[in-house]
């Protein structure tokens, strides 16, 4: 992969190290097919690795200094085990900050890194955050001989981005980079933590996973998604409190029967009654994606991904206009099995699982369509053929 050869070389042009010491991992970014805004509600979710992601060259820093640069972006990150500095707003270097404080609560970490990350697509709506988050938490782990499972992954993500960079998410972008495979669907319930990789149908026909890079790029800790988090916990929270029984400390949907939600929710406030709406009609839109890919059916799994994309501008309230505008295109062309947002959906990308025989024509019809839409980005916009891939993994 040009991409690791290209973190080598600086690597070894950079910081010189000896050979032996030299590691790569690859940690993927991830779409999500089916389970779109709930895995912060602790909802069943699915997704897949794709093969593209962060490429990570390292090597043990013979002390206690983390030393780090990018091919994405400028200047050089260091700062010492000992005294790892606050979030810096924008800043590349929160991600490996993160890490280093996420390890340490369980871990004393005696070994610093140096190291050279990059990646092989514009950020935005396939978790590259989560992707690099991984990554560093590999690193750090090898250097300092630390056995992580891919709980161990899971959780201490989850808190490199909630805990340092503030965004609420769940468990959904871990679980994927880390725990799917290659050709197969991995569900997760996000209440659990449970995963199951399925298999696809013997009789299954061949996809390609498309996306296309809308051009907006403003980061998720700087748009709407926490207040959408904290609106759906207070609709658990009212749905709750009208079914009389004692609220949790965290009120998330999950929690809340579906037998409650159908006695209670229309009488929930909007936007609350959407955000509830959403969250249940997306776990039944999971179930039956799930399925459909056991009976090896694309057309039932792409229709109700539209179906996700559809709840997710009307219910959940997130789609920006050219998000919108790359969805109805998508939707509407000819090849393409089913399409939504990629991510949170206020920037970034949308997905789609197409017919590979039908490929020249869907990449025709987007870059004929979407700049007429959304002329601001017609210079901005790529178009991306994708495989899945395994989890995040050693590969040197």
Known sequence: MQTVEACTDLLHKTYRPAQADLRVVLSPYRICPLGAHVDHQLGCVSGMPIDRGIALAFAPGGGREVRLRSLDFPGEVAFSLDDTPPKAEGDWGNYPRGAVQALQRAWPLRCGLNGVIAGSLPIGGLSSSAAAGVAYLMALGAVNDLCLSHDDLIALDRQVENEYLGLNNGVLDPSIIVAGRRGKLLHVDCLSNERRTLDASEGMPAFEVLVVHSGVTQALVTTG????????????????????????????????????????????????????????????????????????????????????????????????????????????????????????????????????????????????????????????????????????????
Not at 269 to 281: E, T
């Open 225 to 396: 998604y926490n207040r959408r988090v904290a609106e759906c916990e207070e609709a658990a929270r009212r749905l709750i409190e009208m079914a009389g029984t004692p609220i949790p400390e965290r009120p998330r949907l999950r929690l809340v029967p579906r037998a409650v939600f159908e006695a209670y929710g229309a009488e929930l406030p909007d936007p609350l009654r959407r955000r509830a709406r959403h969250f249940f009609s997306e776990q039944d839109r999971v179930a039956g994606g799930v399925r459909a890919w056991a009976a090896g059916d694309l057309v039932r799994f792409g229709a109700l991904m539209n179906a996700s994309g559809q709840s997710s501008i009307e219910n959940y309230e997130c789609g920006s206009p050219p998000l919108v505008a790359l969805y109805e295109i998508l939707r509407d062309t000819k090849g393409v099995h089913g399409t939504r947002f990629s991510g949170a959906g206020f920037r970034g990308a949308c997905v789609a699982l197409i017919d590979p025989a039908h490929r020249g024509e869907v990449e025709a019809e987007v870059r004929r369509r979407y700049p007429a839409r959304c002329p601001a980005y017609r210079d901005r916009f790529s178009v991306h053929f994708c495989d899945t891939d395994d989890g995040s993994r050693m590969v040197a």
